[in-house]
């Protein structure tokens, strides 16, 4: 394992996430100087009801992708090239009827016209993002880390324009949903030409079942992973209206950027990781390499939200969202947890550990659910913050159990 290269890989990353950090803070800021908190709460509502679907979208292709070319016979990189033709094919069938439903189901749920427009904006978004995000699996897989980190700071530093020049020269909310979906389409675009140089996809029929298999049940546990981080503000809305949202989504937006890293971590290790599953010596050492990692950075990130939110929030928002910022500190307990995660959530995924990982993470959904229902009409905004981080604590309880056979065979 070449670990100058994996290294010099997460400095383009860290580079990268540097850019985007900066970027999407800045557009929070600009979100929510140029809108009224309800309206704010309406785009951040409808975000989040969207992505409530993301596992039609994601369907775990990010980790199918990987074993299926691990397992190819003919080598990691032909079965790269059936693996990309088979995540296509599976990918535009399951697509447009989700989409058809999604579309009615919010319709009949919804009154705001805005809000319907809003979800629909960000429906097309993610049609366009889900096979966005299939090139982008086999871009990391192919180790072009530094081609990745230049689109993703690229797209980011788009999205800020965007934001800018449409309140600024263009128009309001309506025109940056339209600006939202030409974007969206824009980097289907880009990535499609990036990837289809180095890898032509190819189509193994006989193993689209199989791989559909794995999608669907690496897909559950990335839906429910993803659809906890909304859970928070789709019950702060039918609870407490629009605005607490954009009240909330304030510290929580920011905080949810450090994500980023996690996130970057877990993309940039979980090729290796594939790739090495079959050794335990070089599994074991790409570990103690990652171990190093998370530590060196949870620490400082974590004190730095906790002493630091506060006033860098209030220099950017002053009063108009004071009541947020005032809880910006407990965020760092999130945060915290989602890097203590890393580790056991990679070595359950590599080993395909799927009824483990499902269950603990819809254990700590239900948890979240149960506790936002108790704390938010008792303590407000702070009680949806508190049931995040009481479920996200017992979901890392609960992967440490999981691995402890795992990490007493490899000290053996």
């Not at 805005?114 to 090139?135: D, G, P, Q, R």
């Not at 702060?236 to 996690?262: C, E, H, M, Q, T």
Request: include cysteine.
């Amino acid at each position: 394992m070449n670990f100058k290269k994996l290294f010099e890989s997460f400095s383009y990353l860290s580079v990268s996430n540097f850019v985007v950090i900066a970027c999407s803070a800045y557009a929070t800021v600009l979100l929510a100087n140029y809108l009224e908190p309800e309206i704010l709460g309406i785009l951040l509502t409808g975000e989040a009801f969207v992505e409530m679907f993301s596992f039609f979208f994601t369907m775990g292709f990010k980790n199918s992708i990987l074993e299926y070319a691990n397992h190819d016979k003919d080598g990691f990189i032909d079965g790269l090239n059936a693996a990309l033709g088979n995540a296509l094919i599976i990918r535009f069938v399951i697509a447009i009827p989700i989409c058809i439903f999604i579309y009615f189901f919010s319709t009949y749920i919804h009154s705001d016209p805005l809000m319907v427009k809003v979800i629909v904006t960000y429906l097309l978004v993610e049609f366009f993002k889900s096979f966005t995000n299939i090139f982008g699996v086999i871009r990391k897989a192919l180790d072009q880390f530094k081609l990745v980190a230049s689109l993703t700071a690229f797209n980011k530093v788009m999205q800020l324009l965007t934001i800018f020049v449409v309140f600024k020269y263009l128009g309001g909310i309506e025109i940056l949903l339209l600006a939202y979906v030409l974007a969206a389409l824009i980097k289907f675009l880009v990535s499609f030409f990036t990837t289809i140089k180095f890898c032509k996809p190819k189509f193994d029929l006989e193993g689209i079942p199989s791989m559909l298999k794995q999608s669907f049940l690496f897909g559950i546990f990335d839906y429910m992973e993803e659809a906890q981080s909304k859970i928070d503000r789709l019950m702060i809305n039918y609870i407490l209206g629009p605005s607490s949202v954009a009240f909330y989504s304030i510290p929580s937006k920011l905080n949810r950027l450090i994500k980023i890293l996690p996130k970057s971590i877990k993309q940039l290790f979980l090729p290796q990781l594939f790739k090495v599953a079959r050794s335990p010596k070089d599994f074991q050492a790409i570990i103690k390499k990652l171990f190093i990692l998370v530590v060196g950075l949870a620490i400082p990130i974590t004190l730095g939200i906790y002493f630091l939110s506060k006033p860098v929030l209030s220099f950017f928002f002053h009063e108009k969202y004071a009541p947020a910022i005032e809880l910006s500190p407990l965020f760092a307990f999130i945060a915290l947890i989602w890097f203590l995660n890393i580790i056991p959530s990679l070595i359950l995924a590599t080993q395909s550990d799927h009824r483990g990982r499902n269950f603990i993470q819809f254990i700590s959904i239900v948890i979240n659910i149960i506790l936002n229902l108790y704390l938010i009409p008792k303590f407000g905004i702070a009680g949806a913050i508190w049931a995040t981080i009481g479920a996200n604590f017992i979901k890392f309880i609960m992967f440490q159990i999981r691995c402890l056979p795992i990490f007493l065979e490899a000290s053996q």
